[in-house]
């Protein structure tokens, strides 16, 4: 018996085991690439004006979002699913906001702060990183605050645009306030964000 066997039998040692590779594509990556590829057809159906429509393929990434999440937790997350997430997420939410303003659901100075507030601090983290700095992003209270809000505000434009036409829903008090909310929570996310970066360096 070689040396180094003898020794691994006296301490007690096991043979090391190989890790198996990294999972790349599992049953939540799927479901979030589905997502991924929801977000053409969602700007398509809202440019159509088919609004109900849209409501409901937002309610069901909705849905993809949590299912996914809760099928992460229970088996594991790949590389993959880690990225494709929050792009996904990101994709659709931008994605809203830009034509809903195209079609006059939402104001158009809405949609561009919300889309400004993204590239400032993606522009701040690419700008750290090539300067040789990089940065690790922490969610914030209040972007998570601002992101439920911006879901709740598509969700609530899509129903009263898409049902509410001959009256059955209406509520344009709804509508400014959450949009109030909303302009007023990204401005402070985003301020925030930009304050957490200037104080890492």
Known sequence: MPDEARVAVKVGKSPAVPLPPPRLMGLADAITFARLGAVPLAFWLVVRHDLGIAFWL??????????????????????????LDPVADKALLVTMYITLAAVHVLPDWLAILVVFRDLLIVGGVLLFAVLGQPVAIRPLYISKLNTALQIV??????????????????????????????????????????WSLARTR
Do not use: E
């Open 58 to 83: 937002f309610v069901a990434a909705g849905a993809s979002d949590a299912v996914d999440g809760w099928l992460a937790r229970r088996t594991g997350s790949s590389a993959l699913g880690a990225v």
């Open 153 to 194: 505000l598509v969700a609530v434009a899509l129903l009263l645009a898409g049902f509410g036409r001959h009256g059955a829903l209406s509520a344009p008090w709804l509508l400014a306030s959450l949009t109030w909310m909303v302009a007023a929570s990204t401005l402070v996310s985003g301020t925030a964000y930009i």
